[in-house]
């Protein structure tokens, strides 16, 4: 038996006409079709206390304008969100909204993607008729990375509604009443310890609610997006990377309802600088001595040199990989080892105990895994060995004789004499590493933001990123490099290539 159909309606918004499923707001069946409302206190990850009062627009037939995002379609609705009656009143609730904000966009953090700006622009007056001084609340700070801007908020309480709704860790509160009205928290800690609390930063309209991280560090407008996915845990979250001058300058998030709806966790987005290190591995390497003497090589010189000591060499091949490479890096690596004869690959990742999950959305969790490919790399049978700091379990590879390649791992603990026994060693990274001293070949390759490729989450769905920076130097990514050794040494692709970015 079929299931029922759900039931929908038609309606009509700025003569242009719409169905959409029954119980749908018109502030969400115009967005369908392209038509955006102004809103402040509206989020879709929240609930909607309709007080803002800047999303009113008329419905024909009703006797005064109505609050779109409260407001249900109806079979057979007009609406018009441009009609001279909705842009009075939104024009009166913007003039209202300006009586006491401050005129500081040149130097707000917001400026550039501030709601009150855009509206203002769109539709506001051309000049404010108040001549009454404004009021002054001046800076707070609410603790952790948040700092408060009393004169700039417009008290559409979306923070205050995420910390009871979202974190379900009530810390932020209005008090006073009237034109005094003001956000404010409990207590002198503020949202301090709070791990979702950065989320209140991304959806403030206004810049109330600004970064200290990111305060005064770039304009809006000079910044690049570009979407990709958080490699800090398991999760997957999506996420913008914002750059500058091949800089990261920011992470937020990116919807996606599946896995992190609209929201990131705190230790997530602080932790990007390691993608602004400047001690990279620039060019490809080639041992010239019996220690640490090399010279660098182009990759035609490198690819032979690695090509000839892998294929030259006797012996079992074992490898190291890491859970911090793409998909197609891993599938890339277990292809080579795979034509070398087969032998073991391992890979060492950061654990910590406990998850840290958003009580309001679930699905969405700090995890145990701090890396963004253990399952992707544990899909291809590699081995997770050593400890939950990413330490250990590589001695028996230290003295390997035979074939070792490392991709990605670091080898921080390693020591110098890492790969002394083998008959070949080549190594892949982007840091220069004493653990690759005895390496034959070096080859630099891109990190994550740096190329195109995948992850594979906790919950094995894999998901693509993009290219945020420019890759210093000749490095390039790890798949494209892994794939060209191949191909020197003259073997099949094998079955594994075939799973590339599957």
Not at 201 to 214: N, T
Request: aromatic fraction near 6%.
């Amino acid at each position: 038996m079929d299931a029922p159909k759900p039931q929908a309606v038609t309606l009509t918004i700025d003569e242009r006409e719409v169905t959409v499923p029954k119980g749908t707001t018109i502030l969400r069946a115009a967005e369908s079709i392209g038509i955006e409302i102004p809103r402040y206190c509206y989020h879709p990850g929240l609930s909607s206390p309709a007080q803002c009062r800047i999303c009113l627009v008329e419905v024909v037939g009703a006797p005064k304008l109505a609050a779109s995002c409260v407001t249900e379609a109806m079979e057979g609705q007009q609406v018009r969100t441009q009609s001279e009656p909705a842009l009075e009143m939104r024009r009166g609730v913007l003039e209202f909204y300006l009586a006491n904000h401050p005129l500081d966009c040149p130097i707000c953090d917001q400026s550039g993607e501030c709601k009150l700006q855009d509206y203002v622009h769109a539709e506001g007056r051309e000049h404010g008729r108040s001549r009454e001084p404004k009021r002054v609340f001046g800076r707070d700070d609410f603790g952790g990375d948040v700092l408060f801007y009393g004169d700039r908020c417009v008290m559409c309480t979306r923070c205050v509604r995420f910390m009871n709704e979202m974190a379900q860790d009530p810390r932020l509160a209005v008090v006073e009443r009237g034109n005094r009205s003001i956000i404010d928290t409990f207590f002198d800690e503020g949202v301090e310890g709070s791990p979702y609390s950065g989320n209140i930063v991304d959806i403030c309209p206004v810049g109330a609610l600004v970064s200290k991280d990111f305060l005064h560090k770039a304009r809006a407008w000079d910044l690049e997006h570009t979407p990709s996915v958080c490699p800090n845990c398991s999760q997957g979250c999506n996420i913008e990377i914002h750059t500058r001058d091949n800089l990261v300058q920011r992470l937020k998030p990116r919807d996606n309802p599946e896995v992190n709806q609209y929201w990131m966790c705190d230790y997530g987005r602080a932790r990007y600088e390691w993608l602004n290190r400047g001690d990279r591995i620039e060019a490809p390497l080639i041992r010239t001595g019996e220690r640490d003497a090399r010279a660098a090589a182009s990759w035609e010189e490198a690819i032979r040199a690695a090509a000839a000591e892998l294929g030259g060499a006797e012996g079992p091949v074992r490898a190291v990989a890491s859970a911090f490479v793409s998909n197609e890096a891993l599938v890339a690596l277990a292809t080579l080892v795979e034509a070398l004869g087969g032998g073991e690959i391992v890979f060492r990742s950061p654990r910590t105990v406990g998850e840290i999950p958003l009580p309001g959305f679930e699905k969405l969790a700090r995890r145990e895994d701090l890396a963004p490919n253990r399952e992707g790399a544990e899909a291809l049978g590699m081995k997770r060995v050593g400890t939950n700091d990413a330490t250990g379990g590589l001695e028996s590879l230290a003295a390997h004789a035979g074939k070792l390649v490392v991709l990605g791992d670091e080898l921080e603990d390693a020591g110098p004499e890492f790969g002394a026994e083998a008959a070949a060693y080549l190594y892949l990274g982007s840091y220069p590493t004493e653990g690759a001293g005895r390496a034959k070949v070096v080859l630099p390759i891109t990190t994550f933001a740096e190329e195109e490729g995948s992850f594979t989450n906790h919950a094995r769905i894999v998901q693509r990123y993009e290219p945020a920076l420019q890759a210093p130097g000749m490095a390039r990514p790890a798949a494209t490099v892994l794939e060209a050794l191949r191909a020197a040494l003259g073997t099949p692709a094998g079955a594994l290539a075939g799973r590339r970015g599957s």
